[in-house]
Nanobody, 121 residues
Framework: QVQLVESGGGLVHPGGSLRLSCAPS????????MAWYRQPPGKERELVAA???????TYADSVKGRFTISRDNAKNTVYLQMNSLKPEDTGIYYC???????????????WGQGTQVIVSS
């Protein structure tokens, strides 16, 4: 069974940096799009950044210029480098991967368990 393992969250002061990572466990085929979402306290989940299999990236306006999404296809890992963090970046961050089966015969969407990011002085 495929599960996504996230790491890298924590407590950071405003202006600080964190790097999140996410990788699947289990037997998989290739990975199509990868994305990071976040859910601020009391709000709905929102898209933060996404990256296609070809490396094309998109970002929420609120994080452009501060966050960078990247992927290491050899490690099946997606990263989110977060710089110049602000208190409004606080929330639970989830990765979402579109993963193909071992024979690349289907695509399924998987979610990580979430990692807490708190930006506070």
């Amino acid at each position: 069974q495929v599960q996504l393992v996230e790491s890298g969250g924590g407590l950071v002061h405003p202006g600080g940096s964190l790097r999140l990572s996410c990788a699947p466990s289990g037997t998989i085929g290739s990975i199509d799009a990868m994305a990071w979402y976040r859910q601020p306290p009391g709000k709905e989940r929102e898209l933060v950044a996404a990256i296609t299999s070809g490396g094309t990236t998109t970002y929420a306006d609120s994080v452009k210029g501060r966050f960078t999404i990247s992927r290491d296809n050899a490690k099946n890992t997606v990263y989110l480098q977060m710089n110049s963090l602000k208190p409004e970046d606080t929330g639970i961050y989830y990765c979402n991967l579109q993963i193909r089966g071992p024979y690349n015969d289907y695509v399924r969407s998987y979610w990580g368990q979430g990692t807490q990011v708190i930006v506070s002085s």
